[in-house]
């Protein structure tokens, strides 16, 4: 089993930064493929960025490309989520997954699931 345990969200105005972590453990992740996705009031669950290979491949949402970065350190057992020039539209509650065995970097159906941070971003 895996225990995810996201951290770091909070209010904050638009043109801002804000860095997400997610703490795991139970196993060690070094080779798990690790993402993140997001879920806003009343809309789906949506992917937003997820980090293969132990860090050397990620992989953005349209909407987050240029502005987020993911990333990973292995030797802490520890993900991040940099999140720059932060909108509006970015506000939701941010969740961490982890696979061991998912090879698409896009895909929704990762078996762990943090109990995620709310990131609320003011105009």
């Known amino acids: 089993q895996v225990q995810l345990v996201e951290s770091g969200g909070g209010l904050v105005q638009a043109g801002g930064s804000l860095r997400l972590s997610c703490a795991a453990s139970?196993?060690?992740?070094?080779?798990?493929?690790m993402a993140w996705f997001r879920q806003a009031p009343g809309k789906e669950r949506e992917f937003v960025c997820s980090?293969?290979?132990?860090?050397?491949?990620?992989y953005y949402a349209q909407s987050v490309k240029g502005r987020f970065t993911g990333s990973r350190d292995n030797a802490k057992n520890t993900v991040y989520l940099q999140m720059d020039s932060l909108k509006p539209d970015d506000t939701a509650v941010y969740y961490c997954?982890?696979?061991?065995?998912?090879?698409?970097?896009?895909?929704?159906?990762?078996?762990?699931w943090g109990q995620g941070t709310q990131v609320t971003v003011s105009s």
């Open positions: 139970g196993r060690n992740i070094s080779n798990y493929a």
């Open positions: 980090i293969y290979w132990k860090g050397t491949n990620t």
């Open positions: 997954a982890a696979d061991q065995y998912l090879r698409n970097p896009f895909a929704s159906s990762y078996e762990y």
